[in-house]
């Protein structure tokens, strides 16, 4: 698949728009095991990813694999249940491959979830962390020819989650009694989960996912907004530790409930 075409990225957002309904303008992304909040969006044209020219398949685990188009927090939104990541074998332009074609689309915001690894000491199981910012530590998906048609060559990355996004979401959290952590996400190829060494290293909140898509989305004009569900405590590692896909999926299935009111009320607001 030639990225550098951008005759794909309009096959593609010409087959999705012969099948979803009105202009939406808010796109999410759901990570492992937040699918579910897929199941709130009403009206809901589902689109399996094998049916949409050139989109690639999603195979980890507690992603579903379906773009899905229809209201939520009454207004229309298009969202993916489930993502590409770059530890699958994909390319990071493949990895990111949707964004762009939902710019085509016409989507204007990116909310981004993901479940993720937390390192700072405060932070449990099942808390929500606020991306404030983000250390990448992938191959930056803007390496290659520049296409005019998207962005600027050299993007300005000093806010890239919108800090308007930021502040409802927290005047959403208060008014519902929803504690929030807030942090920086760094982003990690995985599939391997760090060493103990590593994660005192980077002393952040870790994934393998999300900084990809969030800096093709700003080398396009859309405003970001990102959550953390942290699933893993990656701070004190007694003699029988051990990280577990399966254990992740469980902690963020559990947190998705909450990321719902907040998502939900979010797309409600902007």
Aim: glycine share 12%; net charge negative; aromatic share 10%.
């Amino acid at each position: 698949m030639n990225t550098n075409d951008n005759t794909i990225y309009r096959e593609a957002a010409g087959y999705l728009s012969s099948r979803i309904t009105g202009n939406p303008e808010t796109a999410i992304i759901l990570g492992s095991g937040l699918g579910s909040l897929a199941d709130q969006i009403e009206e809901a044209v589902v689109i399996p990813y094998s049916e949409i020219p050139h989109f690639m398949h999603s195979t980890a685990a507690g992603h579903k694999g379906n773009f899905i188009c229809g209201r939520l927090g009454g207004k229309q939104v298009l969202a993916m249940q489930g993502r590409f990541h770059y530890y699958e074998g994909y390319t990071m332009q493949q990895v990111t491959f949707p964004v762009r074609v939902m710019k085509l689309l016409g989507v204007k915001n990116l909310l981004v979830s993901n479940a993720a690894g937390g390192i700072n000491t405060s932070f449990k199981v099942g808390d929500l962390m606020i991306i404030r910012d983000h250390i990448n530590m992938m191959p930056n998906p803007l390496i290659g020819p520049n296409d005019e048609q998207f962005g600027t060559r050299f993007p300005d990355m000093t806010r890239a989650y919108d800090r308007e996004f930021i502040g409802l979401v927290e005047e959403i959290a208060a008014s519902h009694g929803i504690s929030l952590k807030k942090g920086v996400y760094v982003g990690l190829t995985g599939p391997s989960f760090e060493t103990p060494a590593e994660y005192a290293f980077y002393g952040r909140v870790g994934g393998m996912s999300t900084v990809p898509e969030v800096i093709v989305a700003r080398h396009a004009g859309l405003r970001v907004f990102g959550m953390s569900v942290i699933t893993n405590e990656g701070y004190h590692f007694a003699d029988d530790f051990v990280n577990d896909g399966a254990d992740v999926i469980v902690a963020a299935n559990q947190a998705a409930a909450v990321m719902t009111i907040l998502f939900r009320e979010l797309v409600a607001k902007i």
